[in-house]
């Protein structure tokens, strides 16, 4: 019989290390957890059917409109105009991006760094916008 090869050890005490403590139970669990063997496939997964916009191509009309809507910004700066402002942010991990209304008091517009600065020290790229609209009226 198989058993019987055992015979002399079943009835033996348990073997406790004097050197060694024994491993807490949350650690010895551990050892059979699922195992993840693409490890960050999940993520690309998640990253892969998140979506994007593409960026409009402004027409004639528009770019007429914003570049007057720009001059009228910059002709009233000292009294720092309320804007809402929609521009595209591009997207850091892949092609495309999305489109963002932000809204607030107009610090400065400067033509060199090409950037719109807000009093709250938010600043948008003047390549990156495609729609400005005056909240208060000019007096």
């Not at 058993?3 to 348990?14: C, G, K, S, V």
């Not at 528009?62 to 997207?91: A, C, M, W």
């Amino acid at each position: 019989m198989k058993d019987d090869n055992y015979d002399d050890l079943i009835h033996l005490p348990h073997p406790v290390s004097k050197t060694h403590p024994p491993m807490p139970t949350i650690d010895r669990a551990a050892q059979f957890s699922p195992f993840a063997a693409l490890s960050g496939y999940e993520e690309a997964i998640q990253e892969t059917a998140r979506l994007t916009e593409e960026r409009m191509e402004l027409g004639e009309y528009e770019l007429s409109v914003l570049d007057e809507n720009l001059r009228r910004l910059q002709d009233g700066i000292f009294d720092h105009p309320k804007v809402q402002i929609t521009y595209f942010l591009p997207d850091d991990k892949k092609e495309g991006g999305k489109y963002l209304t932000v809204s607030g008091r107009v610090r400065r517009v400067d033509e060199y760094e090409k950037m719109v600065y807000f009093l709250d020290e938010r600043k948008i790229p003047l390549q990156d916008i495609c729609e400005i609209y005056f909240l208060e009226e000019e007096i």
